[in-house]
């Protein structure tokens, strides 16, 4: 039985000779073993044992009385040994350690070549960054999930298709880059997954994605978003749901328009060059229902109040709906019955660094709003001038 940790021997002697210790911990093994072989005639034929601090320069061990330890198991056997109990956990023989074990645990790898990348071994389970580009992936390695430590992963410029989302079962992810692979879409699993407490940076440039889920915006841990270089026709219409994004860019996809919601970011940097962004249209789209459908009336109750809703108390389709609601620039929410109206916006009002539009030195971009009621709609007409 065997611990790996940083050890500092303090001798108590020292300080009547006029000495001091050396304050300082050491690489070191510590090993809970059997002093001699059980004795027959002992009494309870209980097993001896002592604690063995092994170091570089002294890899036999000293041997020391049984004392507590940081790990509960280790520490545990330490107080069974002490109280002279039987020990039900196997202990360590006295053998020496081998160079190896006084290494400290990795905690990044860097591959860059197919040649490179591990087929028979193991991932360190200790690692906490691994980048594996230029590899020739085809699909995610299982065993990059069993990573349980992972805080950054890079599998840019590989062949990645499809995430699973068993992604989402790396708790302490904080960081992925899948640029330059040819995913179609970010599921909705991952996006209902721990990654909504971890993730902060996320890349998914030059791939192939046509269109986020409105799920997407449940990542508020987001502070890093790079799309660019995909098929993106909108971008989530509920993005101004990420309060603590600071860095948005989707150049060279192929927004006609900016969600309603755009509006609510503050932003740091903001790169939207290279979109073929529409002009805004004279008039506006009219979807108003009059008298109110008891659908829309409903939804419009639950959203404005507030009043929880989910899978377990109304259906399915209902939540997805309840979801998918607009947001009228009053503030208050419509599902079928609106008016849609574009209108231009100067993004500096939303980014404090902001990339040209275009060539021609525009940093203007349409912005579709909604209206729940013509009232509404009247009362705003200015916006839409």
């Known amino acids: 039985m065997r611990l790996h940790c940083e050890v500092e021997v303090v001798n108590r002697h020292l300080p009547a000779l006029g000495l001091k210790n050396r304050g300082k911990g050491v690489r070191a093994v510590l090993s809970l073993c059997q002093q001699t072989p059980r004795a027959k005639g ?18 036999r061990g000293t041997r020391y009385e049984a004392n507590s330890s940081s790990l509960k198991g280790f520490l545990s056997a330490v107080r069974l040994a002490h109280r002279g109990c039987d020990i039900n956990t196997s202990l360590s023989t006295l053998t020496p350690v081998k160079t190896s074990e006084f290494e400290k645990l990795k905690t990044k790898m860097v591959i860059t070549s197919k040649k ?5 071994k193991n991932f360190p389970y200790s690692l906490e960054h691994l980048q594996a580009s230029y590899c020739g992936l085809v699909r995610v390695d299982m065993r990059v999930l069993s990573l349980k430590n992972l805080k950054k992963l890079d599998l840019s410029h590989n062949l990645i298709k499809k995430l699973p989302a068993t992604i989402g079962d790396l708790i302490y992810l904080q ?56 098929e993106l026709i909108l971008l989530p219409f509920k993005i101004g749901q990420l309060t603590r994004l600071r ?18 970011l503050s932003l740091e940097y903001l790169d939207i060059f290279g979109n073929t962004f529409e002009q805004p249209k004279v008039l506006p789209d009219i979807k108003l229902q009059v008298p109110l459908t008891l659908l829309e009336a409903s939804a419009r109750a639950v959203l404005n109040n507030r009043i929880p809703y989910g899978p377990s108390i109304i259906p399915f389709h209902l939540c997805q709906d309840l979801d998918t609601a607009k947001t009228c620039v009053c503030g208050r929410f419509c599902l079928d019955s ?6 231009v916006v100067n993004l500096h009002s939303i980014a404090h660094t902001v990339v040209l539009v275009d060539n021609m030195g525009r940093v203007e971009a349409p912005v579709i709003s909604y209206f729940c009621s013509l009232a509404c709609y009247v009362n705003s007409c200015d916006i839409l001038r």
């Open 42 to 59: 002992a009494p309870g034929g209980r097993t001896p044992a002592c604690l063995v601090v092994c170091t570089l320069k002294d890899k």
């Open 116 to 120: 490179d990348y591990p087929l028979t």
């Open 175 to 230: 960081e992925l880059n899948l640029h330059d692979n040819h995913l179609e879409s970010f599921s909705v699993s991952l996006c209902q997954s721990t990654l909504q407490k971890s993730l902060r940076s996320l890349d998914l440039s030059k791939n192939k994605i046509k269109a986020l889920p409105v799920q997407f915006c449940q990542l508020q841990e987001l502070t890093n978003v790079n799309l660019d270089d995909n």
């Open 247 to 264: 860095f948005l860019s989707a150049a060279g996809n192929k927004l006609l328009n900016l969600p309603c919601e755009f509006k609510n």
């Open 338 to 343: 609106f008016i849609q109206g574009t209108t």
